[in-house]
């Protein structure tokens, strides 16, 4: 396959699913970020699956992208779905998952080609994010969910000791993403992945909605003994999309855990996973009420406990009892 991958002239097309709800500010530099990474080697098809925007964004795609794929979601598909419908609206050699506040940094998307080429035996690949400020964002990658991991959730620890390697499993320390690395989860604001492999995959779980998915995928992967991994030459930067800010998102990112402790965990470690999760939440409403730090946030995944423990699909009504939260990614 390497071989094949540096023959002279050959070009490998590469569908690029943009998932876009309420995104028509973010739209046109993702978009034109994408068509600017085409080169001699790599070919974006681009496909955005608009999940029934209210804010013109389709109409933006289809009046001044006409060469990208629109698909018209019917409603508020939320992410996988959406993420499965422009995948199979594609038919490039590899699909990336690239959120619509996102722009690839020039070379990335060949950096990122260039590596599955090479490695096809990692399977996910992941990349860099760099924020607006220049400073790297942890969150194109994390580490595994466990019962470790959840303990120090429920205890403070990981907040206490941010990123410690040991007490804050997940944030995988102080890593920045800098070298080329294997972990446990690729985020889904920015993920390829061998079509072939895709398939086999199965796309993404879609009985989760948002959050969690990413996750979901990147731990099937590793069960069939792929290998994600990051190319820290792969660099985007990303705006971290306002919409998802705030008490919209918390209850949702609850939701996704729950999702996955409940569809992937046997038991007892289910009844356990979710016991620490919903004590860690207790813990931080608890001191969001008496400092007024984080109140919001946190009071408002306590108040809701009941629908994101029970997980997708019954913590979809989530959305319904609060602000609708941005779908470009699981992260």
């Known amino acids: 396959m390497t071989a094949a991958a540096r023959a002279p002239g050959r070009v490998v097309t590469v569908s690029v699913v943009v998932v876009s709800y309420e995104s028509a500010a973010d739209l046109p530099a993702c978009l034109d970020s994408i068509d600017a990474s085409a080169s001699a080697m790599v070919r974006p098809q681009v496909v955005v699956v608009d999940n029934a925007s209210s804010d013109g964004s389709a109409e933006l795609v289809e009046s001044r992208y006409p060469e990208v794929r629109l698909v018209r979601a019917p409603g508020n598909l939320g992410f996988a779905r959406a993420v499965n419908l422009g995948a199979a609206a594609a038919d490039?050699?590899?699909?990336?998952?690239?959120?619509?506040?996102?722009?690839?940094?020039?070379?990335?998307?060949?950096?990122?080609?260039?590596?599955?080429?090479?490695?096809?035996?990692?399977?996910?690949?992941?990349?860099?994010?760099?924020?607006?400020?220049?400073?790297?964002?942890?969150?194109?990658c994390w580490g595994e969910m466990s019962l470790w991991s959840l303990a120090c959730f429920a205890t403070g620890l990981s907040t206490l000791l941010a990123r410690n390697r040991w007490f804050d499993p997940e944030s995988l320390g102080r890593w920045e993403r800098d070298s080329v690395r294997e972990v446990p989860v690729i985020t889904g604001c920015l993920l390829l992945v061998q079509r072939a492999e895709w398939e086999a995959l199965g796309g993404m779980d879609e009985t989760f909605w948002l959050y969690g998915e990413d996750a979901d995928l990147s731990r099937s992967a590793r069960r069939k003994g792929l290998r994600p991994v990051v190319v820290p030459e792969a660099e985007i930067w990303h705006t971290k999309g306002a919409s998802s800010a705030g008490s919209s998102k918390m209850p949702l990112v609850m939701a996704g855990r729950a999702t996955l402790i409940r569809r992937r965990w046997r038991r007892p470690a289910q009844a356990l996973g979710l016991a620490l999760l919903t004590a860690g939440a207790a813990l931080r409403a608890a001191i969001g009420r008496l400092t007024g730090r984080g109140a919001g946030d946190w009071l408002r995944v306590w108040e809701t406990r009941a629908l994101w423990r029970r997980g997708y699909p019954d913590a979809r009504r989530l959305v319904a009892a609060g602000p609708a939260a941005d779908q470009g990614s699981g992260q």
């Open 92 to 140: 490039g050699e590899f699909v990336l998952l690239l959120n619509p506040d996102a722009t690839l940094r020039p070379g990335a998307l060949e950096a990122l080609v260039s590596f599955a080429l090479d490695r096809p035996e990692h399977g996910l690949y992941g990349g860099r994010v760099v924020l607006p400020d220049g400073t790297n964002d942890p969150s194109s």
